[in-house]
């Protein structure tokens, strides 16, 4: 049975940073993109970072690029999502995604997705 652990999320002021971790199990880490989703109150959940299996394409969305940074570590099974500069908008329930194939694109689309954590709460205070 296929397991995400999500962890790292936690209440920060404007400008913070965070790190949060995705450890999955259950299925051959290497072989898939995997991908960090955000739903905040009210909202659809949106894209924010996606990384092919090997880590070496990523993609991110217009919000967070050049702030954000996807990593993995094929040997633990876990992905990571750096934040830095973090605006009161980031706040949000942020879940870690498993794509359905290698590329970094099969992780962006919830189409693409084929299972989701359980969640990790960011909340970012002005």
């Known amino acids: 049975q296929v397991r995400l652990v999500e962890s790292g999320g936690r209440l920060v002021q404007a400008g913070g940073s965070l790190r949060l971790s995705c450890e999955v199990s259950g299925r051959t880490f290497s072989l898939y993109a995997m991908g960090w989703h955000r739903q905040a109150p009210g909202t659809e959940r949106e894209f924010v970072a996606a990384?092919?299996?090997?880590?070496?394409?990523?993609q991110y969305a217009d919000s967070v690029k050049d702030r954000f940074t996807i990593s993995r570590d094929n040997a633990k099974k876990t992905v990571y999502l750096q934040m830095n500069s973090l605006k009161p908008e980031d706040t949000a329930v942020y879940y870690c995604?498993?794509?359905?194939?290698?590329?970094?694109?099969?992780?962006?689309?919830?189409?693409?997705?084929?299972?989701w954590g359980q969640g990790t709460q960011v909340t970012v205070s002005s």
């Open positions: 995604a498993v794509g359905d194939g290698a590329m970094s694109r099969r992780a962006v689309d919830a189409q693409g997705v084929e299972y």
């Open positions: 990384i092919s299996s090997s880590g070496a394409n990523t």
